[in-house]
């Protein structure tokens, strides 16, 4: 439940090897690359320099940027008809990545499997164009088979023109209307399913002219090949003779596609993944460098993946390389990757949709879990509600694309059953089950001082963890004398006291003592950076102008102490909410009783679950995240850091 340790990782080695030790590391999914020609021009770039060396060192000066390859968009185009041909049905084979290959000897081969299986592919589409073509114009011309006309006699029309075609409803009236306009006999031969079908014959004189209101008429032809002759009849039967030979044709060559595909389906596989490949060792070479003879990599590699690294590398004979720990990278930005148990880890999307934790912070995944299952559950506790939410979490769960979420939503139900038994609720009735600790309705009072007691030891913890930051990141004025650290904590304790006193009635600790000590943290907070800077032995003493550092300083205390007080009563909305959730319950019961019947009663309760699970489930999740963000965040963590992100294929 903390940060993974980073080692910088340095390789040079022989340029002709650079693809196949790319090809393994992206295959090991550890290793995130650095930008290897900005670590050598920042003299960051480490290794150790002997006689077997000298050459490696020498070509430094001589260093370049890859020249991307980026293997042919023809290769690209292909596979995508791969998949069309395979119907989506096809996978990548990374086994066979690890054997060494000749990425272009595997594009000479697939060609070949290219041209025997789009053939087959092409005629299929072909056939099957030309079938949807020969139904569109059968499904239309159908609607003229009692037209006792020889269309090769309406071919050898010499001085006339006709046409077959459709129109809608309203551009037949349209028609109608400009009969006197249009020098042409006009069939109206039947109605289709697109509209009313005709047979229009005019002079070939008028062409032009009777186009243009045809095409005003949105007039849509039905074309007749001319390999369709007699009679429409006629033509009927051969059509449907043309469909049967050329379905039956498109069932031979399919079946003898799927032969082809079956015989060819593990060497596409296999290219499939090694154009892949390919396409990511360009990626990687992106952040990489080289000189005639070498490759230079720089990479970050989680300190426990450190001797599986070295291992995978082993096998390369003359390849250097070298790792250093973060203490040898003090100017570097180390990148974080977080490491939580099972339990923690769905959390991780909540913290990054804050920040990512920096390397030298405490991950807040932990924290945030257990707190923020914890206000769920008080502010929303019901056993049976709580149930429905766990199993829409398991639900969730199936698809892959809301899993996370799937599994915070069980946690958070999980919670909301607990707290549901701590009140003795289940779907919003108070007489089903025993209350194990409390009934918030009938203890107001206790509730709403509970979630207040409740968030100040939150904000006590939120306190440690910014001191405990602030060691890490060897910061000594926010550490010892910010709002954060412990001069702040100090004051937070004080105003406690000092208010509790006033509140219960009693002195916890002297009024005069208290000022004292309020002006002694209040002037560390003021004086923070020339007394940082006096023990830390740094001149000057401001880095800024005096007068708009204590300004600035002045303000800043009043906003701390605003905070203060305005963070901790805001946790009073946890038992506000948890008095809501059982109130908003009552109304649906009023509701129900007030409705009379035994039916309409359940009917009003069902709705009422249904809202209350709902509508009150995402606005306890957003207030749950409000508190974790601005109350509790906003005091110890930053968020600033950079995610490890390792190139994977």
């Not at 139904?135 to 050898?156: A, G, Q, S, T």
């Not at 406690?496 to 509140?503: A, F, N, Q, R, S």
């Not at 005096?546 to 303000?555: G, P």
Request: proline share 3%.
């Amino acid at each position: 439940m903390a940060v993974e340790k980073m080692s910088m990782m340095s390789i040079v080695g022989d340029i002709d090897e650079v693809d196949n030790v790319v090809k393994d590391l992206i295959l090991s999914g550890k290793v995130s690359l650095v930008n290897a020609l900005k670590q050598i021009e920042e003299n960051s770039f480490m290794f150790n320099v002997d006689d077997r060396n000298v050459e490696k060192v020498i070509e430094l000066n001589s260093i370049t940027t890859f020249e991307n390859k980026k293997y042919c968009k023809d290769c690209m185009d292909k596979i995508e008809e791969f998949k069309d041909i395979y119907g989506g049905n096809i996978k990548l084979n990374p086994l066979c990545l690890n054997e060494k290959y000749d990425l272009d000897e595997a594009i000479e081969s697939i060609n070949i499997v290219y041209d025997k299986l789009m053939k087959p592919y092409r005629e299929i589409n072909s056939l099957k164009q030309e079938l949807n073509q020969i139904d569109e114009f059968y499904r239309n011309f159908v609607y003229i088979k009692d037209v006792d006309v020889n269309i090769d006699d309406l071919r050898r029309l010499e001085y006339f023109k006709y046409v077959f075609g459709v129109l809608s409803k309203e551009d037949r009236i349209k028609l109608r209307k400009n009969y006197e306009n249009i020098l042409a006999i006009v069939f109206h031969t039947g109605s289709s399913e697109n509209g009313e079908v005709y047979l229009i014959i005019y002079p070939d004189s008028v062409k032009e002219e009777t186009e243009r209101i045809l095409k005003s008429l949105n007039f849509k032809e039905i074309y007749v090949p001319e390999y369709f002759s007699g009679t429409p009849e006629e033509i009927l039967k051969n059509i449907e003779a043309k469909r049967r030979e050329i379905a039956k044709k498109i069932s031979e060559l399919e079946e003898s596609l799927n032969k082809l595909k079956d015989a060819y389906l593990e060497e596409v596989e296999d290219f499939l993944a090694k154009f892949y490949m390919s396409e990511k060792i360009d990626e990687a070479k992106e952040q990489m460098a080289c000189s005639n003879h070498f490759f230079y990599l720089s990479a970050w590699v989680p300190e426990v993946n450190r001797a599986e690294i070295e291992n995978i590398l082993s096998k390369y004979e003359g390849l250097l390389v070298v790792f250093n720990d973060e203490n040898e990278m003090l100017n570097r930005k180390i990148p974080t990757k977080l490491k939580n148990n099972k339990i923690f880890k769905p959390f991780e999307t909540l913290v990054r949709m804050y920040g990512i934790p920096s390397y030298n912070e405490l991950d807040p995944t932990p924290f945030l879990s257990i707190t923020y299952m914890f206000l769920f559950g008080a502010m929303f506790g019901d056993l049976g509600q709580g149930m429905i939410l766990f199993i829409g979490g398991l639900l969730l769960l199936r698809k892959q694309e809301n899993k996370v979420f799937g599994q915070i939503l069980t946690r958070l139900g999980l919670s909301s059953m607990i707290f549901g038994v701590f009140y003795g609720a289940f779907f919003g009735f108070e007489d089903v089950i025993p209350a194990l600790l409390i009934r918030p309705f009938e203890n107001i009072n206790t509730i709403l001082i509970s979630a207040v007691v409740i968030g100040v030891f939150l904000i006590f913890i939120s306190y440690i963890y910014s001191i405990l930051n602030s060691i890490k990141r060897k910061d000594l004025k926010e550490g010892l004398f910010g709002k954060n650290g412990v001069a702040g904590f100090g004051f937070y304790i004080l105003l406690l006291l000092l208010l509790g006193g006033k509140l219960l009635g009693k002195t916890i600790i002297p009024m005069g003592i208290g000022e004292i000590f309020a002006v002694i943290f209040i002037a560390l907070m003021i004086f923070k950076e020339p007394l940082s800077n006096l023990l830390l032995k740094k001149r000057p003493l401001y880095e800024e102008d005096v007068s708009s550092y204590y300004i600035e300083s002045s303000f800043s205390i009043l906003e701390t102490l605003l905070s203060m007080l305005s963070g901790t009563v805001s946790f009073i909305r946890v038992g506000a909410f948890a008095l809501t959730h059982v109130g908003l319950f009552i109304a649906f019961q009023t509701i129900g009783k007030m409705i009379g019947t035994q039916l309409g009663n359940v009917i009003v309760l069902l709705i009422g679950n249904i809202i209350i699970i709902g509508l009150e489930g995402l606005i306890v999740f957003i207030q749950g995240l409000r508190l974790e963000y601005y109350e509790l965040f906003s005091r110890y963590y930053e968020g600033e850091g950079i995610e490890f992100k390792p190139i994977k294929f």
